[in-house]
């Protein structure tokens, strides 16, 4: 079974320092991956994917992600976080059919 | 990108009654929509997998009787809980993706906040 793992639940960093809420991933085959965000009581925000192609990956509002095939992993990152991106993030891959696994969440709390 | 329209998005119900909640995509027609249900601070679980024009698939050890699912058109989607308990109360999701493609992101309604009092 296809699964992803985000080892923190909790990220805390200032404003203006660099941003990394890590993801790791077990998957059979290619993976399709995929960061969200979600904001209190909402939905979720796609934020970017990782299908085939180019290892780093560029997504919404200044957010990238770095597929690591040897680590498995797919780490989210921002050079720059602000107050604004303080919310909730998963990691998914998408299985056959099209149903996200999603892992377990991580916290962002930026501080000014 | 595309619209998943979910409604109501907060809605208060005595135990024992039955609540719709409803899935629309707003842009495009898709032949599967996904239903989650999430806890405080936890992840999505999902729940279901709705298929237009055919029965739901349900993920284990969810109770189809009492998650109805119903896919009429290729934009609606219908979770109804039935006979709602005080533990129904959650935060539902619903997704859906632009259909027959294999890498294309997953759209979100905004999430039903259920109370059961």
């Known amino acids: 079974a296809q699964s992803v793992a985000q080892p923190e639940d909790q990220v805390n960093v200032a404003e203006g320092n660099p941003l990394t809420v890590k993801c790791t991933y077990s998957v059979s085959g290619n993976p399709y991956l995929f960061w969200y965000v979600q904001y209190p009581n909402r939905g979720l925000q796609f934020l970017l994917k990782?299908?085939?192609?180019?290892?780093l990956v560029k997504g919404s509002y200044g957010f990238e992600a770095e597929f690591n095939k040897s680590q498995t992993s797919f780490h989210l990152k921002k050079p720059s976080a602000l107050v604004s991106d303080s919310a909730l993030y998963f990691c998914a891959v998408r299985e056959r059919g099209g149903k996200l696994i999603f892992g377990q969440g991580t916290e962002l709390s930026v501080k000014p | 990108g595309a619209v998943v329209s979910q409604h109501p998005s907060r809605v208060i119900c005595k135990s024992g009654t039955s609540v719709k909640i409803e899935c629309r995509s707003l842009d495009f027609q898709a032949t599967t929509m996904f239903w989650y249900r999430q806890f405080p601070k936890q992840s999505l679980m999902l729940m279901a997998t709705?298929?237009?024009?055919?029965?739901?698939?349900?993920e284990q050890g969810v109770e189809k009787d009492k998650f109805l699912i119903n896919h009429a058109s290729l934009t609606l989607s219908t979770l109804t809980v039935t006979s709602a308990h005080p533990e129904d109360s959650s935060f539902y999701i619903c997704?859906?993706?632009?259909?027959?493609?294999?890498?294309?992101?997953?759209?979100f309604g905004q999430g039903t906040r259920l109370t059961v009092v």
């Open positions: 990782y299908i085939t192609g180019d290892n």
């Open positions: 709705s298929n237009e024009g055919s029965k739901a698939t349900y």
């Open positions: 997704s859906a993706s632009f259909p027959l493609t294999g890498n294309t992101e997953a759209f």
